[in-house]
């Protein structure tokens, strides 16, 4: 099953092509647009799970950003 709500969730310097490309294959509820190489903290984590549940989303990332997001999980 596909998702249909997802919150996406980047850190990198230019993030256009990939919300034009997640909004064309799905809804977009929100875009977490974090500057490149971005630090992610507990808390960053604790407000993107946060809004992925208020809205009963999927979350979407890069590779690079869900390994640094797993490691706070």
């Known amino acids: 099953i596909m998702p249909s709500k997802v919150i996406l969730v980047s ?3 230019n993030a256009d092509a990939l919300k034009e490309h997640v909004q064309s294959n799905y809804t ?3 875009h977490f647009d974090f500057k490149d190489h ?3 903290t507990q808390q960053d984590w604790k407000t993107i ?3 992925a549940r208020e809205h009963q ?3 979407i990332t890069t590779e690079k ?3 640094k997001l797993e490691a706070l999980a």
Do not use: F, R, S, W
Request: hydrophobic letters at 60%; zero cysteines; proline letters at 0%.
């Open 11 to 13: 850190g990198l310097a």
């Open 28 to 30: 977009l509820l929100h």
């Open 38 to 40: 971005h630090a992610y």
């Open 49 to 51: 799970v946060a809004k």
């Open 57 to 59: 989303a999927v979350i």
């Open 65 to 67: 950003d869900k390994a």
